[in-house]
C-alpha cells in the first residue's frame, strides 16, 4: 500500500485561545479536488485522510457532516482507498481536552456514527499518533491541555488510548471486516553517558506505553508503577487487557529524523538524528508485537541543496526493504504529508505561517523533487513486491467493490467471525 496523506492536525495552543487547523492553513478546504488530483497524478490508490473533528462533531449525536459528504464521496467515485484519522491532535472545544474523562465514549459515538454514514470505508486510523499526542497536550506543555507532570501525561494517555480501543469496537459493530492501521510514533534513546543509561531504559520503557495499551499487552513492571502512580486504576488497566483488537490490526510506524534521542544524566533529552534508523527501531517493535507493519508517515524539508528530501526518501525507502527482507510482514509505505505543511517546523506550538517544505507538492500545487521521485518508484516497485510475496495481500475492498457479491460473502463471514469473537471473549486475547 504506497500511500500518503493530507494533514489535518487541529490542536489549540496558547492556552486554548488560538485553534490550528493545518487543512485550513494548506488551503486542502479550497482546493480538495485539485488535491485527490494529485493523488492520482501519483499513482497512488490510498490516502491517510479524515473529516476535521472539531467542526464535524458538534455535540452529543449532533454531526455535521457537509464537507465529508462531498470529500468522501469524491474519494469513493476515483476508488481511492481512505485510511481515516478520525482524531488527529484535538477535540472539539465543547469537548475541552484530553483531561475530560468523557472523551473516550463521546469519541466512540463520534466513530460510530461516520461508520454507519460511509459503510463503504474500511481502514481507519482512528486516533493518530496516541502516544504523541499525550506527551505534546500532557506532558511538554505544548498543545491543548498543556499539562507538564506525569499525572496530565498519563490521564490523558489513558483517555486517547481508551478512546482508541472504544472506536474500533464501535467500527467493528458496523464494518465487521474493517482493518485499523495504528499511525504511532516511532521513537528510541540513547543514552550519553552511563549516569544516563537508567533514564534512557526507562524513556525507552515509556515509548512503548500508547501500543501497550492498546493491544493488551502487559507493561513492564516500573511502567506499571508509573502508570498506578499517575492515576490508572487497576480497572482501568484491565479494561485494556481485557479488549485487545490487535488482531484486527496493523502496526502502522512513523519514522522521522527526530525519533532518536539523546538522553543526558539528568534525564533531559533531544534529537540525536538518524543513529540506528527506521529498520532496526522497527524491529524492535515488530518483536514486541508480532503485527504485519506499515511504515505510515516520513518526511525531511526540501533544503538548499533542493535533494534533502529524495535523498530521504530513498533512505527510507531502503529500509523498508530492509525490514522485508529480513522477514517482517511489511504492508504498506507512506510520504507525508501530499503538500508542504504550515508551523510544524516548530511543533505547532506558535502561529508563525510559515512554510515548512516536507510535501510531495508545495502549496501552489506544484510538484516537488521529492514529489517526482515518490511517483517513479511507486511505479517501479507497485507490481514487484505483491508478486514476490502473494501470501502478504491484505484484504482489502475496494470502494468500487463493496457493493459486489463476493465483497458481501466476505463481510459477512467477518461478521460471523467477529460474533464468535465476542461470545467467546476473543477480544482478550
Not at 174 to 184: G, L, N
Not at 320 to 348: A, E, H, M
Amino acid at each position: 500500500m504506497f500511500a500518503t496523506g493530507i494533514e489535518n492536525s487541529i490542536p489549540k495552543i496558547q492556552n486554548g485561545s488560538i485553534r490550528i487547523d493545518q487543512m485550513e492553513a494548506c488551503g486542502h478546504y479550497r482546493h480538495w479536488r485539485k488535491d485527490f488530483d494529485l493523488v492520482e497524478e501519483l499513482g497512488l490508490r490510498y490516502l491517510r485522510y479524515g473529516p476535521p473533528l472539531h467542526t464535524s462533531f458538534l455535540g452529543p449525536d449532533r454531526f455535521d457532516w457537509e464537507f465529508a459528504d462531498v470529500t468522501f464521496a469524491e474519494l469513493r467515485r476515483r476508488d481511492i482507498n481512505p485510511i481515516v484519522d478520525l482524531c488527529h491532535f484535538g477535540v472539539p472545544d465543547w469537548i475541552g481536552d484530553f483531561q475530560n474523562p468523557d472523551f473516550p465514549e463521546l469519541f466512540a459515538s463520534y466513530a460510530a456514527a461516520f461508520a454507519r454514514r460511509f459503510p463503504w470505508v474500511q481502514l481507519y486510523t482512528p486516533v493518530n499518533e496516541m502516544f504523541i499526542c499525550a506527551q505534546f497536550s500532557a506532558k511538554f506543555g505544548w498543545w491543548n491541555e498543556q499539562g507538564t507532570t506525569d499525572l496530565t501525561f498519563v490521564t490523558a494517555l489513558k483517555h486517547i488510548v481508551r478512546a482508541n480501543v472504544r472506536a474500533m469496537q464501535e467500527i467493528l459493530k458496523v464494518r465487521a471486516d474493517a482493518i485499523f492501521i495504528q499511525s504511532e510514533s516511532s521513537e528510541y534513546f540513547h543514552a550519553e553517558n552511563p549516569l544516563a543509561i537508567k533514564p534512557a531504559e526507562i524513556e525507552n520503557s515509556r515509548r512503548f506505553l500508547s501500543l501497550d495499551l492498546n493491544y493488551g499487552h502487559r507493561v513492564d513492571s516500573e511502567m506499571y508503577e508509573y502508570l498506578m502512580d499517575n492515576g490508572m486504576t487497576r480497572e482501568e488497566y484491565h479494561f485494556f487487557l481485557g479488549n485487545s483488537l490487535r488482531h484486527h490490526c496493523i502496526l502502522g510506524n512513523d519514522y522521522y529524523w527526530t525519533n532518536e534521542h539523546r538522553v543526558s544524566a539528568n534525564g533531559m533529552h533531544r534529537a540525536s538524528g538518524e543513529i540506528f534508523g527506521y529498520s532496526e527501531i522497527t524491529r524492535q517493535y515488530y518483536n514486541r508485537y508480532r503485527l504485519p507493519v506499515m511504515h505510515t508517515e516520513t518526511n525531511i524539508a526540501e533544503g538548499p541543496n533542493g535533494d534533502e528530501a529524495v535523498n530521504w526518501l530513498w533512505k527510507e525507502w531502503a529500509n523498508v526493504l530492509r525490514v522485508r527482507n529480513d522477514g517482517v510482514p511489511t504492508v504498506g509505505f507512506t510520504w507525508y504529508s501530499l503538500t508542504d505543511q504550515i508551523d510544524w517546523d516548530v511543533g505547532l506550538r506558535e502561529q508563525n505561517n510559515r512554510v515548512h517544505p516536507v510535501g510531495l507538492y508545495d502549496l501552489n500545487r506544484e510538484i516537488r523533487p521529492v514529489g517526482l521521485s515518490y511517483k517513479q518508484l511507486i511505479q517501479d516497485w507497485h507490481e514487484v513486491l505483491p508478486t514476490q510475496s502473494v501470501c502478504l495481500t491484505v484484504p482489502i475492498v475496494p470502494p468500487a467493490e463493496y457493493g459486489d457479491p463476493i465483497s458481501e460473502r466476505h463481510r459477512v463471514e467477518a461478521r460471523r467471525l467477529r460474533a464468535y469473537e465476542l461470545a467467546t471473549g476473543g477480544e482478550g486475547g
